[in-house]
Antibody, heavy 115, light 107 residues
Framework: EVQLVESGGGLVQPGGSLRLSCAAS????????MNWVRQAPGKGLEWVSY????????YYADSVKGRFTVSRDNAKNSLYLQMNSLRAEDTAVYYC????????WGQGTLVTVSS | DIQMTQSPSSLSASVGDRVTITCRAS??????LNWYQQKPGKAPKLLIY???SLQSGAPSRFSGSGSGTDFTLTISSLQPEDFATYYC?????????FGQGTKVEIK
């Protein structure tokens, strides 16, 4: 069974940093491209970042470019999102997803940016 | 980026009603279109992938159609557990984009 489990969310002050993790199991993680998607409270879904299976191709949404860094460790079946210079508008539930015909989602981790 | 326009933004319907939600892409996306159901506090749940393929475990009352720029999600007979928000999402581009959502409420 495919499982994606996010962790690392929490309350952080504006300007602060946070690192999210996504632990994958039940599939060959190293062969899948992966995404981060977020959802602000009461709002719709917003794509955040993409990383290819080999880490050679990376994309970011304009809203996070220069502040967020996506990475992965295929040996540990893990995906990461380093978030720096956080703003109030980054407050959201962050999901990791596979990039595949049948998209798998984690349960999400809540990031709250507030003083 | 490819823009996805979903309509309506909300609708009220009764149990047993046939419900249709539409999604329009700003350019052709072939059949690279997914539909999700989301309930409060939960992750989106994939219902339909590749425009018309029913995800394993999704009820057969859900169906999808369309190609190019125009797509439809149909619920043939609305059930109590179907009251939720529905999103379309294009996977044609590496940069995913989503519709703004359709909230299906009880009439």
């Amino acid at each position: 069974e495919v499982q994606l489990v996010e962790s690392g969310g929490g309350l952080v002050q504006p300007g602060g940093s946070l690192r999210l993790s996504c632990a994958a199991s039940g599939f060959t993680f190293s062969t899948y491209n992966m995404n981060w998607v977020r959802q602000a409270p009461g709002k719709g879904l917003e794509w955040v970042s993409y990383i290819s299976s080999s880490r050679s191709i990376i994309y970011y949404a304009d809203s996070v470019k220069g502040r967020f860094t996506v990475s992965r460790d295929n040996a540990k079946n893990s995906l990461y999102l380093q978030m720096n210079s956080l703003r109030a508008e980054d407050t959201a539930v962050y999901y990791c997803t596979t990039v595949s015909a049948r998209v798998y989602w984690g349960q999400g981790t809540l990031v709250t940016v507030s003083s | 980026d490819i823009q996805m326009t979903q309509s309506p933004s909300s609708l009220s319907a009764s149990v047993g009603d046939r419900v249709t939600i539409t999604c329009r892409a700003s350019q052709s996306i072939s059949r690279s279109l997914n539909w999700y159901q989301q309930k409060p506090g939960k992750a989106p749940k994939l219902l339909i992938y590749a425009a018309s393929s029913l995800q394993s475990g999704a009820p057969s009352r859900f169906s999808g159609s369309g190609s190019g720029t125009d797509f439809t999600l149909t619920i043939s007979s609305l059930q109590p557990e179907d009251f939720a928000t529905y999103y379309c999402q294009q996977s044609y581009s590496t940069v995913w984009t989503f519709g703004q959502g359709t909230k299906v409420e009880i009439k």
